[in-house]
Nanobody, 120 residues
Framework: QLQLVESGGGLVQPGGSLRLSCAASGFTLDGFAIGWFRQAPGKEREAVLCISSSGGTTTYLASVEGRFYISRDNAKNTVYLQMNVLKPEDTAVYSC?????????????WGKGTLVTVSS
């Protein structure tokens, strides 16, 4: 069964950091573009960052520029989202998705998400 599983979410104080993981099972990630998305309560899902199969990264949200970073470890079949200087407005369910072609594709596989809550 082809799956993406996110982990690493939780409650963090403003200014803190978290690292989310997106692990694949049933397939290898190294040929896929991987995107991180988030959906805050009552809001539409939005793309955050993406990393191509060759390692190029794209940031879609100006609000996370310089604070969030995406990376991949193909040996561990995992993609990471490092989130620093977290703000209450970063609170959301964060999901990863994989596309076999590019970051601008429709995303073939989705994880169920992990909740990040930024609050004091």
């Amino acid at each position: 069964q082809l799956q993406l599983v996110e982990s690493g979410g939780g409650l963090v104080q403003p200014g803190g950091s978290l690292r989310l993981s997106c692990a694949a099972s049933g397939f290898t990630l190294d040929g896929f573009a991987i995107g991180w998305f988030r959906q805050a309560p009552g809001k539409e899902r939005e793309a955050v960052l993406c990393i191509s199969s060759s390692g190029g990264t794209t940031t879609y949200l100006a609000s996370v520029e310089g604070r969030f970073y995406i990376s991949r470890d193909n040996a561990k079949n995992t993609v990471y989202l490092q989130m620093n200087v977290l703000k209450p407005e970063d609170t959301a369910v964060y999901s990863c998705a994989a596309d076999s072609i590019s970051c601008t594709g429709g995303m073939d596989y989705w994880g169920k998400g992990t909740l990040v809550t930024v609050s004091s």
